[in-house]
């Protein structure tokens, strides 16, 4: 007896926030280098093949602009929702999206199969989406990706489950426990369940005899050792992308600190300078000023100041001097001008008050 997969991604791997649906992306579209995987044996049934994520903003749009656009009406800015998408995600009271795996078989039914019977699965995966479209109509699809370069062949599809009538928030929203509740669920796998056996009766060029195990009730699928493999491998794979952020935040301090640490060496430079050459000043007009001088040095640099010290006082000096005085007396004028000024203004309610007869 073999399994039927229909199995929606919960705890651990479920596509909590935009980072996650990035994460099955890469797995998905095979985005990445790997010995273990071939991206010619996946074939894309709907969405890009670039970015899932770009095929779920594309669902947010059309399924909740509108109510996005009535919600916001007539509320402050600050009180409305800009983004659904990243309110969601920020949130984390709701999935962004859900994941559904859609397999027949486990790596030992197809260990012996052909690569025309692996291939001869592809149609019927594609009959199973579209029967997923027709019973849960409410899971608007915005991605699938079957892979035939695993273990087994399947399918991965990405949605977003939406339902509407809500009283608070957005009238309608994304909503996967409401979707699919465990009654729900239940059902939509016993109708899977019906429908693979049906598919397999049809091909027995690919299943021969065999039969489908009974689905085990209160279960969200049968897993097979398989199934558990992929998870922990997309488990890996998001570990494997939050270290490379934060490597990529680890970097990103560092040269933080680098700059912080060549801008102190460099205001510590400019500050040893500035008190290097005023020392040195200093230490010059000592010299200079020595009256008797007694090393070599000081003869020269006094020898020297006063050389200089003529010239300043027979070229630069008188001519410094009369700008200085200019500069001061017409300051002294200006000043002279504006108390004048203001006597003259003060005159006339002085003389009144002179003449204002006594009381």
Request: aromatic residues 8%.
């Amino acid at each position: 007896m073999i399994t039927v997969t229909f199995h929606i991604s919960c705890k651990k791997h479920s596509l909590t926030k935009t980072r996650d649906v990035v994460s099955v992306s890469k797995h998905n579209l095979r985005l990445f280098q790997s010995e273990e995987y071939n991206e010619e044996m996946i074939e894309v049934e709907v969405g890009s093949e670039v970015n899932i994520l770009d095929d779920v903003k594309e669902i947010y749009e059309k399924e909740f602009s509108e109510a996005l656009a009535e919600y916001n009406k007539g509320k402050r800015s600050d009180r409305q929702i800009h983004d659904y998408l990243e309110y969601v995600s920020e949130s984390k009271k709701n999935d962004v999206a859900t994941e559904v795996i859609l397999q027949v078989g486990d790596k030992e039914f197809w260990a012996d199969k052909t690569r025309e019977q692996w291939n001869a699965m592809k149609p019927l995966l594609r009959e199973q989406l579209e029967y997923v479209k027709e019973i849960v109509p409410e899971f608007k699809i915005a991605s699938a990706v079957t892979h035939l370069d695993e273990d087994s062949p399947h399918m991965h599809v990405v949605g977003v489950p939406v339902a509407t009538g809500y009283k608070r928030g957005l009238s309608k929203q994304v909503a996967k426990t409401k979707v699919f509740d465990q009654e729900r669920l239940e059902k939509i796998q016993d109708l899977m369940h019906d429908f693979v056996e049906h598919q397999m009766k049809d091909h027995p060029e690919i299943f021969g005899d065999e039969t489908l195990k009974p689905k085990e009730k209160g279960r969200n699928s049968d897993f097979s050792k398989e199934f558990y493999l992929r998870l922990k491998q997309q488990e890996y794979e998001k570990l494997e992308n939050k270290c490379q952020e934060k490597e990529t935040q680890i970097e990103a301090l560092d040269d933080t600190a680098k700059e912080m640490k060549q801008d102190i060496e460099s205001k510590v430079d400019q500050y040893v300078d500035s008190v290097v050459n005023s020392e040195m000043k200093k230490e010059f007009m000592r010299y200079a000023t020595l009256e008797n001088p007694k090393t070599t040095l000081g003869k020269l640099v006094s020898k020297a100041f006063k050389t200089f010290k003529e010239w300043w006082d027979k070229t630069k000096k008188p001519e410094v001097a009369e700008k200085a005085r200019t500069s001061l007396l017409q300051k002294l004028r200006e000043n002279q001008a504006i108390v004048d000024q203001r006597k003259e203004q003060q005159g006339p309610n002085l003389k009144r008050n002179n003449l204002s007869p006594e009381r």
